[in-house]
């Protein structure tokens, strides 16, 4: 079974993608074995969900509501005082709640937002940089490029591979 026009359309993927998603779905859906009604509507639901039909190709760190930041990262956020620190600083944010997990380094390391969500399964944290890599690529680019990511194919083998 193939990936249709009709499927990306009815799963609302962004008009612009649709040629290349297509493409690239179809060349590497059998070789993960992603081959089968049900198994394409489950990973075409997954991705869609987490690139907004794929519109969203980097993690968005911009927060503007400390509320909303207390609310995603609980036990990072314990008050309203410290999560005022973090809106609308993007890097900052990223580099504070992916610090120290991951395999990523300390806040100061800057690997939170090197290694922020990317692709449309919005792989995340150096380890996952990592294991992508070595699987797509052989080596560890990515890690020195992790914009890689946000290519359709590379970002679609990415999210076949976690």
């Not at 179809?26 to 070789?31: K, R």
């Not at 969900?49 to 509501?65: A, C, K, L, P």
């Not at 890097?91 to 800057?110: C, D, H, I, W």
Request: net charge positive.
């Amino acid at each position: 079974m193939k990936l249709t026009f009709q499927n990306l359309i009815d799963t609302n993927v962004k008009p612009s993608e649709q040629q290349n998603l297509l493409t690239a779905f179809n060349n590497l859906c059998d070789s993960f074995k992603v081959n089968t009604f049900l198994r394409i509507a489950h990973f075409m639901a997954q991705v869609c969900h987490e690139s907004n039909g794929f519109r969203i190709t980097v993690e968005n760190m911009n927060y503007t509501n400390p509320h909303r930041l207390m609310l995603i990262w609980p036990s990072r956020f314990k008050t309203l005082e410290l999560a005022n620190q973090y809106i609308n600083n993007l890097q900052k944010l990223a580099n504070f709640v992916y610090a120290n997990r991951m395999g990523n380094g300390t806040p100061e390391s800057g690997d939170g937002f090197r290694y922020r969500g990317r692709g449309p399964i919005q792989t995340t944290g150096e380890e996952s940089y990592k294991k992508v890599s070595l699987k797509i690529f052989g080596d560890t680019r990515l890690l020195e490029n992790p914009d890689l990511l946000t290519e359709t194919t590379i970002g679609l083998q990415a999210a076949f591979i976690e």
